[in-house]
């Protein structure tokens, strides 16, 4: 599950340049998956899409950087480790390994979750044994919440206010990964049409802003 990603490389943590230089195409990494079960992936509906105004961030205070260690989504079962995912020496996004079906990545590119900013998480929908941590990540509602426990202690606290899926080949890019006005967190995994060969056309991504955080 890797796509090429530019030539330029992150170093250190640079935001919104490091998204704009990678990913304006879009999460192409997570192309791939297996979609060798039976039952496909649940996909968005069409009404838990963004609203056409920006959310409001409730005045919550962002926080500062620390590396995502765990995120939880209880309405789809998700409790799984969290470990920086960057570039390969060819400028490729690495993904968790494949065999790894509950293990998120942090995209190292993108701020850490908490702080002013879209941070991205991503994970594999399934693989070859079956469904993986993001496999329900498409069926996620509006007012929903994920939980990303910190290096620090803290744990944020995001809201979903939207869950799409694009196809890579037209995926908004700006607008999944450009700047936010207060903390926000980005979960992609694969979607759309699965094809033999060629792995899934698209990209389920949640939108979610951060409500608050606690020790």
């Given at each position: 599950?890797?796509?090429?990603?530019?030539?330029?490389?992150?170093r250190?943590?640079a935001p919104?340049?490091?998204?704009?230089?990678?990913?304006?195409?879009?999460i192409?990494?997570?192309?791939?998956?297996s979609g060798?079960?039976?039952?496909?992936?649940?996909?968005?509906?069409?009404a838990a899409?963004?609203?056409?105004?920006?959310?409001?961030t409730?005045?919550?205070?962002?926080l500062?950087f620390?590396?995502?260690?765990?995120?939880?989504?209880?309405?789809?079962?998700?409790?799984a480790?969290?470990?920086p995912v960057?570039l390969d020496?060819?400028?490729?996004?690495?993904a968790p390994?494949?065999?790894?079906?509950?293990?998120?990545?942090?995209?190292?590119?993108?701020?850490?979750?908490?702080?002013?900013?879209?941070?991205?998480?991503?994970?594999?929908v399934?693989?070859?044994e079956?469904?993986a941590?993001?496999?329900?990540l498409g069926?996620l509602?509006?007012?929903r919440h994920i939980?990303?426990?910190?290096?620090d202690?803290?744990?944020?606290?995001f809201e979903?206010?939207?869950?799409e899926?694009?196809?890579q080949d037209d995926f908004?890019?700006?607008?999944v990964?450009?700047?936010?006005?207060g903390?926000e967190l980005?979960?992609?995994?694969?979607g759309?049409?699965?094809?033999?060969g060629t792995g899934?056309?698209g990209?389920?991504?949640?939108f979610?802003?951060?409500?608050g955080?606690?020790?």
């Amino acid at each position: 599950m890797e796509a090429q990603a530019g030539r330029g490389k992150a170093r250190g943590r640079a935001p919104w340049g490091a998204l704009a230089l990678v990913l304006l195409t879009g999460i192409a990494l997570l192309r791939d998956g297996s979609g060798e079960h039976v039952s496909a992936p649940p996909q968005p509906a069409r009404a838990a899409a963004p609203g056409s105004a920006s959310p409001a961030t409730g005045g919550t205070r962002g926080l500062g950087f620390s590396r995502p260690r765990r995120v939880r989504v209880a309405d789809i079962r998700v409790d799984a480790p969290v470990r920086p995912v960057g570039l390969d020496a060819q400028g490729w996004v690495q993904a968790p390994p494949p065999g790894e079906r509950n293990l998120v990545g942090w995209f190292t590119g993108s701020v850490s979750p908490g702080e002013r900013g879209p941070a991205v998480l991503v994970g594999h929908v399934d693989n070859k044994e079956g469904p993986a941590v993001f496999y329900g990540l498409g069926a996620l509602r509006k007012g929903r919440h994920i939980a990303v426990e910190r290096a620090d202690g803290r744990t944020a606290l995001f809201e979903v206010y939207g869950v799409e899926v694009f196809a890579q080949d037209d995926f908004p890019g700006e607008r999944v990964y450009g700047p936010t006005a207060g903390p926000e967190l980005r979960v992609i995994t694969c979607g759309g049409a699965y094809h033999r060969g060629t792995g899934y056309d698209g990209n389920v991504v949640v939108f979610a802003r951060m409500v608050g955080s606690a020790r």
